[in-house]
């Protein structure tokens, strides 16, 4: 039922920058791309949205290819705490259902 | 001042037993939800309430019912539990509608024996 695409793992090296990537070929000209994470035994954790320009705040940044089709997660100094199952999420408008994929569950090695 | 808070955090029981879990939010948000995550770890959604109304029910079992007392709290009552009701609720809530950033609870764990 989701409408993105992710790998189902990635590992990535204590404070190098981890690059997740999902893919939403589908998207149509209004819907925003969302990223979540859950931390396990948590509830998730907003990280970060986008329409079609890139995006950065405090934990991570977000590319968006410019024909929307994918779209990349960029945590760049990676941690342990960062261990988590990422979510990427299409939602088309107001009343649009957010539906939660497999996810990728990212490992951070020390 | 949890933003999103559940109770209770584990809940145990045994098929048949009706049993509710409580969500509050602090957030003075206008929209609140009900999510089930089961055992392979797809997170549905199961209903929306939008300032005390239904906005969203997804296929669910009449056994289970939201009840929204106020805006800042959403209910989750089930009947006549199951096995397959075993798994983790979250409640969360948003500003407005889905486009807003959603803040999840920390989840109740429900164990139906």
């Known amino acids: 039922d989701a409408k993105t695409t992710q790998p189902t793992s990635m590992d990535c090296a204590e404070g190098r920058a981890a690059n997740l990537p999902c893919n939403h070929s589908?998207?149509?000209?209004?819907?925003?791309v969302y990223w979540y994470r859950q931390i396990h035994s948590q509830g998730p954790q907003y990280i970060i949205h986008?329409?079609?320009n890139n995006e950065t705040n405090e934990m991570a940044s977000l590319i968006i290819t410019e024909d929307r089709k994918s779209s990349t997660l960029i945590l760049p100094h990676a941690t342990l705490r960062d261990t988590a199952v990422y979510y990427c999420?299409?939602?088309?408008?107001?009343?649009?259902?957010?539906?939660f994929g497999k996810g990728t569950r990212l490992h951070i090695l020390p | 001042d949890t933003a999103v808070s559940q109770t209770p955090k584990y809940l145990v029981t045994q098929m048949g037993n009706d049993k509710s879990i409580k969500c509050e939010q602090n957030l003075g948000h206008d929209t609140m939800y009900w999510y089930k995550q089961d055992s392979k770890k797809f997170l549905k959604i199961m209903f929306s309430?939008?300032?005390?109304?239904?906005?969203i029910n997804e296929t669910v079992p009449n056994r289970f019912s939201p009840k929204s007392p106020d805006k800042a709290h959403l209910n989750l009552h089930i009947n006549s539990l199951e096995l397959g009701d075993s798994a983790v609720y979250f409640c969360a809530s948003s500003q407005a509608g889905y486009q807003e950033t959603q803040y999840f609870g920390p989840g109740t764990r429900l164990l139906v024996l």
């Open positions: 986008g329409l079609k």
């Open positions: 999420i299409v939602l088309m408008n107001r009343d649009d259902k957010i539906i």
């Open positions: 309430y939008n300032n005390k109304e239904l906005i």
């Open positions: 589908t998207i149509s000209g209004n819907e925003y």
